[in-house]
């Protein structure tokens, strides 16, 4: 029997075709690392450096500013960092090039992955030289009863397919392939690359995410930033939290309606259970209840100011104070909304000072009321409290500890965070930067009401409902505080691949790993049985063949230590 | 006996195997055709209007008449504004030609849009200030519903005409996007004379009636 090298010859010599030399260069190892090490110190350097927010990439003016503050830190070397796009890197071209060389790498290895693995599954080599049979790795020699039948029959047993391939001189060649499609295990996982890659590339560049802060009754918000026959509004029609019987937080959802020109579709949005409309998911992302439905009318009693006060999650430390009369009962028990402020030369604001009124019934129903002044500042991280009665010298409140006044016991029960903002160009603002304080606390029965300071030389409290007419003559209404979500619209069309790729990922490198492949070929003469064979992810292939010969029959099949279990 | 290999490839899923441009890098090409398929696919496919477009309304021809610029309409300044027809929510006509031989301060608004909640009593005023000097006021609503445009309208009280842009056509023509609002100051002649991006200062609305007013 002639014997002749396994690879096949390449067809044209290295260098004469173009496209085979990009070839090498793709598939090429050190090539790959190299390009994997450059994507990974690429991503490294957008990590570690500043880089440009989102909303000031399309507005030169934003960007030149934001440069220019850059150049505090980097000097001299902001201009040429800027010109490398060193600020603005995972949208840099070199970037996005070193991307697509990296996919252009892995397809082309993928790709070329598929024909040699197909064609060991389809048309395998069936026949070997007899030099295998001495020389390969995995391999077994033995005599045994029943000849060729008997092996074939114990293979076939051992759930391979068997198939004679020649008889020459006597001897019998056999081929024994098992779980030959696990080979495709590799091409699988690389295929999975691939398209996470895809997947990746597509939420990039045709993937969309806008989160919209949406609060009852409010009108509909557009989601795209140019106006268009494709934009899609949403109204929020009903943001709700709801609590169990304990008051516990069960569960946010959001009642929407999402309009695209005449068509309406109206849904419910949850954390995890979007509304899908118009090829997008619309999704409960956050949830607040620090928006007041706010109105000022002229003396006239035209609308001059109707719109929602969104503290934006702002919020202000203030105490909370309970007062107990003598004969026991709670007068006040609510939080203390800052009045006024003084600041401290510390320039950690330590020297701080906020100041309230804790002004209550002598008792319930009275109409008498006894008032103290309360102030308080941030102190290492805790709100220390004073309290000072008309005349009197100033009382430290202790938390939890708490003092007498006048006979009545004021404890100091906690701190609040309440929402606080500043708010620009409200009608009548007295203020000299034109900023109007606004509070928004609870009184003693949970409701809430807001506390306005720059309308008029006193704060302003504004009960729900209850307008309040300013120094300038402007009328101010609190209308009630709304609930607001974030709403979450999403598009990610690359979604689906990566979900896709992740599955053949696993798949592939389970069947890599954990299916047993074996291919054998055995030359059966009537002396001796000869085996061979090649399985991956196992060293131990000799043993099996040897440990078949034994099943045979062989008495000359095991070496030492082969009946112990690995 | 035919030659045979002295031995099996070991491990072919391993290899790479070159065969021809066509069959290795072709076939990557034509992956990552796919994938700029894919891409173009889900971008833009889902153009379909939610609204189909109303014959007649966006924007028209200029009406017969000298063109003072000598240049197209478009929308900076200096340059003839972009004529428009579009409906009000009353589903009357506006034509922005009808108001040529006045001035007309152009306000494109939404009623989710903050800024323009806070320019409108301005905005009302300076139509009830400006009507006996020959200074108009029209408002254009961006892509909401007639329902949107009248509650604000009612809300605020505002006499000046709304018209309601529902394709974003009119808007997509005078370059107006997300940041509302936006004004342009028309002169007699339909040229724009000020182009105001945000809300519109509240001393600018005395200057406008004292600088154009007859």
């Known amino acids: 029997m002639a014997a002749t090298a396994p690879a096949a010859a390449p067809a044209r010599p290295p260098g004469a075709d173009p496209f085979r030399t990009i070839w090498g260069l793709l598939t090429n190892v050190k090539f790959a690392v190299v390009l994997v090490g450059a994507?990974?110190?690429?991503?490294?350097?957008?990590?570690?450096?500043?880089?440009?927010?989102g909303p000031m990439r399309t507005n030169a003016a934003a960007r030149s500013a934001w440069i220019q503050?850059?150049?505090?830190?980097?000097?001299?070397?902001?201009?040429?960092?800027?010109r490398l796009g060193l600020f603005d890197v995972f949208h840099t071209a070199w970037f996005n090039g070193l991307w697509f060389v990296v996919i252009i790498a892995v397809t082309v290895c993928t790709v070329s992955r598929f024909r040699p693995t197909h064609r060991s599954v389809r048309s395998p080599t069936r026949q070997v030289a007899d030099g295998y049979f001495v020389h390969a790795h995995h391999r077994a020699a033995f005599t045994h009863p029943g000849g060729v039948a008997a092996v074939e029959a114990l293979l076939r047993k051992k759930?391979?397919?068997?198939?004679?391939t020649s008889e020459v001189s006597g001897a019998t060649y056999l081929f024994a392939e098992r779980f030959a499609w696990s080979q495709y295990g590799t091409f699988l996982s690389h295929l999975a690359l691939l398209l996470l890659l895809v997947g990746a590339l597509l939420t990039r560049f045709a993937g969309f995410d806008r989160t919209l802060v949406l609060a009852n009754g409010t009108p509909a918000f557009p989601v795209f930033d140019n106006p268009g026959p494709g934009q899609i509004f949403v109204k929020m029609m009903d943001a709700h939290r709801g609590t169990d019987a304990a008051g516990n937080v069960i569960d946010f959802h959001s009642d929407l309606e999402v309009r695209r020109g005449d068509q309406v579709v109206r849904c419910t949005a949850t954390v995890n259970s979007p509304c899908k409309a118009f090829g997008y998911r619309v999704h409960q992302a956050a949830f607040f209840n620090d928006v007041a439905d706010f109105r000022v009318t002229d003396s006239a009693g035209h609308v001059v100011y109707a719109n929602v006060l969104d503290f934006q999650s702002e919020t202000t430390a203030v105490p909370v104070v309970r007062v107990t009369a003598p004969d026991g009962s709670v007068v006040f028990d609510q939080e203390l909304p800052e009045l006024d402020f003084q600041p401290g030369a510390a320039a950690d604001h330590s020297e701080d000072v906020a100041v309230s009124q804790l002004r209550f019934p002598k008792a319930i129903g009275s109409g008498e009321f006894l008032t103290y002044t309360v102030a308080w500042r941030i102190l290492n991280n805790q709100l220390r409290l004073a309290v000072t009665p008309a005349g009197g010298d100033p009382l430290e409140a202790i938390l939890g500890s708490p003092i007498t006044l006048d006979g009545y016991r004021i404890d100091y029960r906690g701190v609040d965070n309440i929402p606080a903002i500043r708010v620009n160009d409200l009608p009548g603002a007295i203020t000299n930067d034109g900023t109007v304080a606004v509070q928004m606390p609870t009184d003693g029965k949970g409701q809430p009401y807001l506390v306005m300071s720059g309308v008029d030389g006193d704060n302003l409290f504004l009960e729900s409902n209850r307008p309040v007419v300013g120094i300038q003559g402007y009328s101010y209404a609190f209308e009630g505080r709304l609930a607001a979500s974030g709403i979450s619209v999403k598009r990610d069309p690359g979604g689906t691949f990566i979900w896709?790729?992740?599955?053949?990922?696993?798949?592939?490198?389970?069947?890599?790993?954990?299916?047993?492949?074996?291919?054998?070929?055995?030359k059966v003469t009537p002396d001796r049985t000869l085996m061979a064979g090649i399985a991956e992810r196992t060293t131990r292939f000799g043993r099996e063949l040897r440990l078949m010969g034994a099943v045979l029959g062989a008495e000359d099949a095991l070496l030492p230590g082969d009946l112990q279990e690995p | 006996m035919t030659e045979v290999p002295i031995a099996p490839d070991e491990r072919p899923q391993r290899r790479r195997e070159y065969s021809g441009p066509a069959s290795t890098l072709g076939l990557a090409a034509l992956v990552i055709a796919v994938v700029a398929l894919g891409i173009w696919f889900f971008q833009f496919r889902?153009?379909?209007?939610?609204?189909?477009?109303?014959?007649?309304?966006?924007?028209?021809?200029?009406?017969?008449?000298?063109?003072?610029?000598?240049?197209?309409?478009?929308?900076?300044?200096?340059?003839l504004a972009p004529n428009f027809r579009l409906p009000a929510p009353d589903g009357a006509n506006i034509a922005l030609a009808d108001y040529r031989g006045s001035y007309v301060l152009v306000n494109f608004w939404a009623s989710w849009c903050g800024p323009c909640r806070n320019e409108a009593p301005d905005l009302e005023a300076l139509s009830k200030a400006g009507s006996g000097h020959g200074i108009a006021v029209l408002g254009v609503n961006q892509q909401e519903t007639a329902d949107a445009a009248s509650t604000f309208a009612a809300q605020f009280e505002l006499s000046y005409p709304l018209a309601l842009d529902r394709d974003g056509g009119v808007s997509d023509a005078y370059r107006v996007g997300h940041g509302l609002p936006v004004s342009f100051l028309l002169s007699p002649q339909g040229v724009i004379v000020k182009v105001y991006v945000g809300q519109i200062p509240h001393d600018e609305f005395a200057r406008i009636v004292q600088e154009y007013g007859t």
């Open chain 1, 39 to 53: 994507a990974a110190f690429a991503g490294f350097l957008g990590v570690v450096f500043p880089q440009l927010p």
């Open chain 1, 69 to 82: 503050l850059r150049r505090s830190d980097f000097g001299v070397l902001t201009t040429p960092m800027d």
């Open chain 1, 159 to 164: 759930r391979f397919h068997v198939e004679r």
């Open chain 1, 500 to 522: 896709i790729a992740v599955a053949m990922a696993m798949i592939g490198l389970s069947i890599t790993f954990y299916v047993p492949r074996r291919r054998l070929w055995v």
């Open chain 2, 46 to 79: 889902d153009t379909t209007p939610g609204a189909s477009p109303q014959s007649g309304y966006g924007v028209t021809a200029e009406p017969d008449g000298p063109n003072p610029t000598g240049k197209a309409p478009a929308a900076e300044q200096g340059r």
